[in-house]
């Protein structure tokens, strides 16, 4: 890779990896959430294959309309309504109303993803493809793997409101940070 990323990859990789720490730090706690609602396994199942069925069948859709009416700021909305529905598990008080968080998360991963790996595509350097997409590939993995320990602590240590307020800030950061892009729109190689 070159010795340095270019600036909107940068801005990508940064705003994702943000993304994926405020994201990360719930993730196997959704159980643990959905049993102190009353929710049982059956519940659980159906809040996680709402939002994968959600994201699964909007990515599609939105990654058609992307190329019709720009990607930088359907990755933006995709982020902010991230946000705006992490915020909205401090709503929740029943397995129903997780149901309608978790396919207003889906419908941001929706509008974020394709579009994110579009940009990507577009700013990434052809002849170090491998590398820059590897980069692209493990640091979701290595961010979220930080932020469940991050998360598994401020649980034990605070609770599940203390929690959704990290995340959503932290995705109101990634948010902001990630909106950097729109300025670059018009940025080629």
Known sequence: MKQTLDEPLKVLLIGSGLWYLGEGMFGPLLAVFTERLGGDILEITWAWAAYLLTAGILTILFGRISDKIGKERLMISGYAVNALF??????VDSPSKLFFVQIGLGLATALATPTWDALYA?????????????????MPHIVTGIAVIIG???LIYTSFTTLFVIMGCIQIVATLYQARIIKMKHYKK
């Open 152 to 154: 598994g602590l401020l």
């Open 86 to 91: 992490t915020f909205g598990y401090l709503l």
């Open 122 to 138: 577009r700013f990434e350097d052809k002849k170090y493809d491998g590398e820059e997409w590897g980069v692209a590939d493990g």
